[in-house]
């Protein structure tokens, strides 16, 4: 919220600097504990990861160790015979004083066991769940589950082989269990200076070196590292066979890290000491070199403002004194841009509004309210005025205008409607606008114009309303030369029809009428009256045309129209030829014909003069082609084409080279504009010369092009 109270540029300086003061020691006193903590965290990380290694190397030791006691066993029965009296066995192992350290020992011999174990565990139970196991656990550290108890241990095999014959005698099975091992833990635990030592098969503790204590295994499943007030907790996961896993944790004392958290206060202290004595010599500094001298500038600003001779004072800062020195030509030149810019406004006679979105303000130019006939200050909001004074007709069509744009799917806002005036009138405005955005990219200002083009809407309504009348006056036309045509097309008809009536009458009254003849004549005279039948049906379809967009083969469409014309053509000696493929193409057939058949008479004109001249034989030509999708509709003619100062003004309305009779001079008009506004093309022509049949013609070429 926006407040009336002010905050003197020293008070604001000694706050910022309080501020930053603050800032900063937080800053730095957070950092220099984060540090401190990575290096405790650090030391933790490499004191477990070398706990963890030792474990390994310990670990891997017993396995070593076991698999030489193994081998020497091996050896010390390779020249024993009768390895199946298990007396001999036992007299021999008892011999050997290295296999105290085993705590499972025993011979398979012929699907035989013979067990010479040294535990307190089930020893019989635990050989029977061995010899379940696959052969593959030799070197390994397994689990088996005896008596509902999970018991983990170390296995080594090796096979005793008889030296003469080569063959396996027996097989020597050596183990050590890890279940309550104090040996194996306290070594580890020696080696690697930790206080406890605990290992865990499937959240069961197997063995211990502190009973008493309870483990929460659940504080490992995120991290490895677990630290208490006094205490800290490391857990390593230890692979064992069948992808199984011993979780071995760890507890030591945490009075090593305690000496790096002192060491970070006494740091905090010093670094707090440093920064307080820089923020009392940059206050100092800050307000000798800064704040006083650019008091003094501003009080300069708001004087040179109204007074262009006011002077300057020096201070000791070189660059407030030129920039001093500039700030009067920037004032002077801002002056006179405002100045300009108001004049351009006003010049250009359009309405400029702007609106601050940040702020809630809005700026009307004077043109923008005089246009609509308000005073200033009489409009208070842009967003509900302007809505409710746009036309209602043209309202939608403005506010998706408007979400498009605020969406960035337009560059520029931009609309026409009727706006509603002080008077209650309605007025034809164009607006255009865009919005602009800030460094991060949120909404900040909407600029833009409104445009008086009332006048000029009411212009182009009278220009369509004219087009219109031009369009009828041009169909009316075509309909007069159509029913020319129709009437040179029913003239021989009729006369047959007459002849075929006569005759038949006249054998009435002499009684000569034969029945066969007689039949072949009605026939004959049904089948004209279905030819001239057909002729009214092209006819009133052409003038009834559907008045939608329709596909259409324009080959299709100029054949079956030009028969209508047929004897017009033949009447006055022209040979029409039709060089046509069939394309398809999308639009208003009846247009498109009207366009091709007012060519074609306007060819037909010039031939009818030419041949009172001489006595060549008369073409009209139409083909098509086309190339980069665009179809070419070309009709060229051999009348000796058209003068070139006729040629730049056939396609003006009302012009004409013909008898007042015989043409309104607004066929080409019509056609050029059905090409350009109804198919999107182009209506083109030019005198040429060519040849036909070994003989040189020259004629005027009309092109008409239609994108595909």
């Keep these: 919220m926006i407040t009336n109270k002010k905050l003197s540029l020293s008070l604001l300086n000694s706050l910022l600097l309080l501020v930053f003061f603050i800032v900063l020691s937080i800053a730095v006193l957070f950092s220099t504990y984060i540090n401190t903590q990575k290096v405790v965290d650090k030391n933790i990380d490499d004191y477990f990861n070398q706990t963890y290694n030792i474990t390994k190397l310990i670990i891997e030791n017993e396995q070593n160790d076991l698999d030489n006691i193994i081998s020497k066993i091996s050896k010390e029965f390779e020249h024993t015979k009768d390895l199946d009296n298990p007396d001999t066995i036992t007299y021999k192992l008892e011999t050997l004083s290295y296999i105290d350290s085993i705590d499972l020992l025993f011979f398979k011999k012929n699907g035989k066991v013979y067990d010479s174990s040294n535990s307190l565990f089930d020893t019989e139970a635990i050989i029977e769940e061995i010899r379940k196991m696959e052969s593959s656990i030799n070197n390994k550290i397994i689990n088996i589950k005896v008596n509902n108890e999970d018991i983990v241990l170390m296995i080594s095999t090796k096979k005793i082989v008889d030296n003469s014959t080569g063959r396996v005698q027996a097989i020597i099975y050596a183990a050590k269990i890890f279940n309550n091992n104090f040996t194996l833990l306290d070594d580890i635990k020696t080696k690697s200076k930790i206080v406890d030592i605990h290992i865990f098969f499937d959240n069961n503790i197997i063995a211990s070196t502190q009973n008493n204590e309870e483990i929460d295994l659940t504080v490992f499943y995120q991290n490895n590292i677990a630290i208490g007030d006094r205490t800290i907790y490391s857990s390593m996961w230890y692979e064992i066979f069948d992808k199984k896993y011993l979780n071995i944790v760890y507890v030591s004392k945490n009075n090593s890290f305690d000496i790096l958290k002192e060491s970070f206060l006494h740091q905090a202290f010093v670094l707090l000491l440093f920064l307080i004595f820089c923020f009392i010599l940059l206050y100092y500094l800050s307000n000798k070199f800064i704040i006083k001298p650019f008091s003094k500038l501003l009080n300069y600003a708001y004087k040179v403002k109204d007074d262009k001779s006011i002077k300057y004072e020096n201070t000791k800062v070189l660059e407030f004194d030129k920039f001093a020195y500039e700030l009067k030509g920037i004032i002077s ?371 008409i092009e239609i994108p595909l």
């Design 333 to 703: 030149e801002l002056r006179d841009v405002k100045e300009q810019y108001s004049r351009a406004i006003d010049g250009v006679q359009d309405g400029l509004w702007d609106i601050d979105l940040k702020n809630k303000k809005i700026f009307y130019s004077p043109r923008f309210l005089t246009m609509l006939g308000y005073e200033s200050n009489e409009i208070k909001t842009f967003k509900s005025f302007w809505q409710k004074s746009i036309h209602k007709d043209d309202y939608e069509k403005t506010m998706i205008a408007l979400k498009e744009h605020l969406s960035g799917k337009t560059e520029v806002f931009e609309s026409e409607y009727r706006f509603k005036c002080k008077n209650g009138s309605f007025s034809w405005i164009k607006i255009r606008g865009k919005l602009f955005y800030d460094s991060k990219n949120n909404q900040s200002r909407f600029t833009g114009f409104h445009t008086d083009i009332n006048d000029l809407i009411v212009l182009q309504n009278e220009n369509q309303q004219k087009e219109r009348m031009l369009y009828q006056q041009s169909k009316l036309a075509s309909m007069g030369e159509m029913i020319g045509n129709i009437a040179h097309q029913w003239r021989q008809p009729l006369t047959v029809i007459s002849v075929i009536a006569s005759t038949i009458s006249m054998q009435l009254q002499l009684n000569t009428l034969d029945k066969d003849s007689t039949v072949k004549d009605i026939n004959k005279l049904l089948s004209t009256v279905d030819y001239l039948s057909s002729i009214i049906d092209k006819f009133r379809y052409f003038f009834n045309p559907n008045n939608e967009i329709e596909k259409f083969s324009i080959s299709e469409a100029i054949k079956e129209n030009l028969v209508i014309f047929e004897s017009s053509y033949k009447s006055s000696n022209i040979n029409l030829i039709l060089n046509l493929d069939d394309i398809y193409i999308s639009g208003y057939k009846f247009e498109l014909m009207q366009v091709v058949i007012n060519i074609i008479n306007n060819s037909k004109d010039a031939l009818s003069e030419k041949s009172i001249m001489d006595k060549e034989e008369n073409y009209i030509f139409m083909k098509t082609s086309v190339e980069n999708k665009v179809l070419t509709l070309s009709i060229y003619d051999n009348a000796g084409g058209i003068d070139q100062e006729v040629t730049e003004k056939i396609y003006e309305p009302y012009f004409t080279t013909k008898h007042q009779s015989q043409g309104t001079g607004l066929g080409l008009y019509m056609s050029n504009e059905i090409i350009k506004k109804h198919f999107n093309g182009k209506l083109s022509n030019k005198t040429i010369e060519y040849d036909y049949e070994n003989n040189h013609y020259i004629g005027e070429e009309f092109k």
